[in-house]
């Protein structure tokens, strides 16, 4: 060494080094701060091809260290992959794979991409210092540098690795607990949901069961009086059999009081939502002309009825029977609203589908507006909320069971159709059922038969009837009788196969639907399966039994109580289809 030596920044400590780098010269150590406490000891890899650079390095690292030296990229990533240090010493000017190389490839690996990275090299230009902070350097120390910097730069970076991974530690940790925090209030949440589900179903429980004892009263109440009539005319009937007139006078009121008993049943259905609709094309201004004196007749002689119709009104595709209940309970209801007297009147327009009924899933390409407006009292809004709620009534007990508007909400909504209702004290009250149009307009309605005119031509044909009771039973055959059938009658369905396996004539079976042992409809399967195409009639009064008239084919289903030309009807509409049946089997 000799005084020519150009002066460098740090040269001394180049010297210092450079004389380490010497075997044969022995320098004092120099004072190093101490390292940072990492238990156990934290591993360093230094890639350096310079022999007497990679044995100086680590010298000053491997008191405090695990060092493994390498003399080129490629090796240097091999034992990064076999053992993962905690720290890399790269020099940037290696052959083969160098050290900005190797940095991208630690870089650029998801499972090594955090090892801290320190880049060596004799190039100090900040662009060369910038390039390698830019691929992902931790640091960058340039040669020629002192112990003590790379020994405090190494101890920096292995703390603040150190720390980043306490930092992530931490945040799983935090995560985990936060989702265990979530977990246990999702499990808190749900409980809480089942005990507020429990305690709603417990309340709609108790509402029912308060439901159901005011609906029994009143039904109880109606149904009392309907048999009071009933059994009164009819021992009037056997006591006065030789007066007809008054024979007939009282058995058309018992007459009027099974159809009243019929319709409590019906609204009652309606409200439970368990009766099927038949929808049929309805021409509205016929309906309404058709209705108008039993509306009249309802309303009283002190309330005028007034009906306002547009022209070439289209018809709607309801059920017809529940139309005209709804539209009398509307009426009775109106009527009750004006005991001093008013007007009711009845309108209907057309009116196209708009977004809001998109919205609510009716999807009919147009609708009719039927509007019942009064000039009674009207209501207040707390009343005007729960008027369609089942059960609720204004009117005195004994007048009504408060199912008339909860029947009519559930109608409209059955029809695909929906109900409003406007009122306010001292305005009256408009009512409004929204139904779904065929968009035929005006059609022309049959007229109904009268019963009491209705021809009967009945020929004498065999009917097997099949009811478990008797009283039943025996009101149905002396009607099937009167028309002039030949009556086998069955107590059950065993009874009934047996007089099919004795042989006996049977052009056709009625059978009720609930009995004991096999039900109507297996006994019709067992009977056709005996007489291929015998033609049959299910009767039934039970309210479960809607999907029944979807089975079509081996049977024709009437709902009890069936009146005489129901019955008649249909028994002859089926045996004269079966004997065309026969008639063309036999031509061919």
């Known amino acids: ?39 156990p000891r934290s591993s360093v890899l230094l890639a350096e091809d310079n022999a007497d650079m990679r044995d100086y390095v680590e010298g000053l690292l491997k008191e405090d260290y695990d060092v493994t030296t ?36 630690i870089r650029g690996n998801t499972t090594l991409r955090d090892i801290p990275v320190i880049l060596l090299s004799a190039r100090a230009r900040d662009a060369d210092r910038v390039e390698g902070l830019d691929l992902g350097a931790d640091d960058y120390v340039t040669k020629p540098f002192s112990a003590q910097e790379l020994q405090a730069r ?55 069961m308060a439901a159901l004892g005011q609906l029994a009263g009143g039904m109880a109440h109606d149904f009392n009086n309907i048999l009071q009539v009933i059994s009164v005319y009819a021992g009037f009937i056997q006591q006065k059999a030789g007066d007809v007139p008054a024979v007939i006078r009282m058995a058309r009121v018992m007459e009027e009081a ?29 309906l309404l002309d058709g209705m108008r004196e039993v509306i009249t007749h309802t309303l009283g002689g002190q309330v005028s009825l007034v009906i306002d119709l547009v022209e070439g009104l289209p018809s709607v595709l309801v059920d017809r029977s529940k139309l005209e209940t709804v539209l009398i309970n509307i009426a009775t209801n109106a009527g009750d609203a004006m ?29 009719v507006r039927i509007s019942v407006h009064d000039t009674g009292a009207g209501m207040d809004a707390t009343t005007l909320v729960r008027v369609t709620e089942p059960f609720f009534t ?38 409004t059922l929204l139904l779904p149009s065929t968009g035929v307009r005006e059609l022309a309605v049959a007229p109904t038969r009268d019963e009491a005119t209705t021809a009967i031509n009945a020929r004498r044909s065999s009917i097997l009837l099949v009811d478990d009771q008797a009283l039943v039973r025996n009101v149905i055959a002396d009607l099937l009788e009167d028309s002039g059938y030949d009556v086998i009658q069955a107590g059950d369905a065993a009874e009934a196969l047996d007089v099919l396996m004795a042989g006996k004539t049977v052009d056709i079976l009625v059978s009720d639907l609930s009995m004991p042992g096999l039900d109507g409809i297996s006994l019709i399967r067992a009977a056709q399966a005996q007489r291929p195409g015998l033609p049959a009639v299910l009767l039934t009064g039970y309210v479960g039994d809607a999907p029944l008239l979807t089975l079509g084919g081996s049977f024709s289903l009437l709902r009890k109580p069936v009146n005489r030309n129901q019955l008649v009807d249909q028994v002859e509409a089926l045996l004269a289809k079966a004997d065309a049946a026969c008639e063309k089997s036999l031509e061919q």
Not at 413 to 427: C, F, K, V
Request: glycine share 8%; proline share 7%; with cysteine.
């Open 258 to 286: 099974a159809q009243r008993g019929h319709s409590v049943t019906q609204r009652l259905l309606a409200f439970a939502r368990q009766d099927g609709l038949q929808p049929e094309p309805i021409d509205v201004r016929a």
């Open 1 to 39: 060494m000799n005084n020519d030596t150009p002066k460098i920044p740090r040269a001394h400590a180049f010297v210092e080094e450079a004389l380490r780098w010497l075997p044969s010269k022995t320098v004092e150590p120099v004072e190093t701060l101490p390292p940072a406490s990492c238990s």
């Open 154 to 208: 190494v101890r920096a970076n292995l703390s603040l690795a150190q720390m980043r991974r306490e930092a992530f530690l931490a945040m799983v940790e935090s995560d985990e607990k936060m989702r265990r925090l979530n977990e246990l209030l999702e499990e808190r949440i749900q409980a809480e949901v089942q005990i507020h589900k429990a305690a709603l179903m417990r309340l709609a429980q108790a509402e029912k």
């Open 70 to 105: 390498v003399a080129n990229g490629l090796s240097a990533l091999d034992a990064i992959h076999r053992f993962r240090p905690d720290l890399v010493l790269a020099d940037v000017m290696m052959p083969g794979l160098d050290g900005l190389e190797l940095l991208t490839a």
């Open 339 to 367: 005991p001093d007297g008013g007007t009711l009147t009845f309108s209907a327009r057309p009116e196209p589908m708009t977004d809001s009924d998109i919205q609510s899933g009716r999807l009919a390409e147009t609708y």
């Open 394 to 431: 204004t009117k005195p007990v004994g007048k009504g069971t408060g199912l008339g508007l909860a029947m009519a909400n559930s109608f409209a909504e059955q029809s695909g159709g929906a109900l409003t209702i406007i009122s306010a004290p001292g305005e009256g009250t408009t009512v």
